[in-house]
């Protein structure tokens, strides 16, 4: 099942340049999309939120280097994030 859900997330590739919060270094975790001036990945972020973690408690416990905003920005930026 793992490969199943590889390659979906390959089939649906999210374009991360417009995305304040992220950026992609060559060099940095291999080019892969980051929040900006971490090297915690994108997928990191999207992958607790697929597993049921609230973007409370990835900002607060699983990532607290990073802030809620940037988690919310991130998971709605890449339309995993629940709307108001």
């Known amino acids: 099942m793992a490969g199943d859900d590889d390659e979906r997330r ?3 590739e ?4 417009a995305c ?3 950026e992609s270094v060559p060099g940095r ?4 999309p980051v929040v900006k001036g971490t090297r915690l990945t994108v997928d990191a972020i999207l992958n607790n939120a ?3 973690a609230t973007p409370e408690e990835i900002a607060r416990d699983i990532f607290p280097s990073i802030t809620l905003d940037q988690v919310r920005r991130i998971l709605a930026y890449a339309g995993r994030g629940k709307r108001p």
Do not use: K, L, N, R
Request: net charge negative.
């Open 14 to 17: 999210i374009d991360w340049t």
């Open 10 to 12: 390959q089939m649906i």
């Open 29 to 32: 975790c291999s080019g892969q």
């Open 20 to 22: 304040p919060d992220v």
């Open 50 to 52: 697929e597993a049921g």
